[in-house]
């Protein structure tokens, strides 16, 4: 069965500062891998996603991503975070066709000033 | 701009009420779920449907059913509320492979 971790349930960063949310995954095919944020009181909104090729994604709002098949994992990352980042970071895996997409617990993510 | 529309933000509800959440998309995707969101468990699938009138089980269907008579629309229902339902409820659509899911804003549903 497939699974997601994302093993830090609340991460603070200062603004300006790096970011890097941990996702490991767990997936007997190749891999479909996705990351979401979700601001407060807001729906799942897409940052990127990874089918094949170039193991380093780029995203929306100055996110990335690298898939390591070695270490089953698909970290999300930004060079400097914007108050605005403030919110909670899903990652997902699913198969071919996003027939059953399965959600990691998130990730909170708090900035301060 | 795919839309995604849940018909209520907000609902209380008494227990042992039957309780309908609708989903209504604009973009003719062929499939459409619905996950609940609580702290802690991340989102966990509930039922989807990959056609019209046709549905499969998720993770936790326990307590729930859903219906899907037309293409844009897909409704979750609880038989009889229970006070462990109460959560976040999150539909969502995608149109095939190799795409990405689309999400409603969700319905925070509270059962008293």
């Not at chain 2, 449907?49 to 089980?57: F, G, I, L, R, T």
Request: net charge neutral; with cysteine; hydrophobic share 35%.
């Amino acid at each position: 069965a497939q699974s997601v971790t994302q093993p830090d349930i609340h991460i603070t960063v200062s603004e300006g500062a790096s970011l890097e949310l941990r996702c490991n995954y767990s997936y007997g095919a190749t891999p479909y891998l996705f990351w979401y944020v979700q601001s407060p009181g807001q729906g799942l909104q897409l940052l990127l996603k990874y089918f094949s090729g170039d193991t380093l994604v780029q995203g929306i709002k100055g996110f990335e991503a690298e898939f390591k098949r070695s270490q089953s994992s698909f970290n999300l990352r930004k060079p400097s975070v914007h108050w605005s980042d403030a919110a909670e970071y899903f990652c997902a895996v699913g198969p071919f066709g996003n027939e059953k997409l399965t959600f990691g617990t998130g990730t909170r993510l708090t900035i301060i000033p | 701009d795919v839309k995604v529309t849940q018909s209520s933000r907000y609902l209380v509800k008494r227990t042992g009420e039957k309780v309908f959440l609708e989903c209504v998309q604009d973009m003719d995707h062929e499939n459409m779920f619905w996950y609940r969101q609580d702290p802690g468990l991340g989102l966990r699938l509930i039922y989807f449907s990959y056609d019209v009138k046709m549905k499969e089980k998720g993770d936790i269907p326990e307590g729930y059913s859903v219906s899907r008579e037309k293409k844009e629309r897909f409704s979750l229902i609880l038989e009889s509320a229970s006070t462990n339902q109460t959560s976040m409820y999150l539909c969502a659509t995608l149109s095939g492979v190799n795409t990405e899911a689309f999400f409603g804003q969700g319905t925070r549903l509270t059962v008293v």
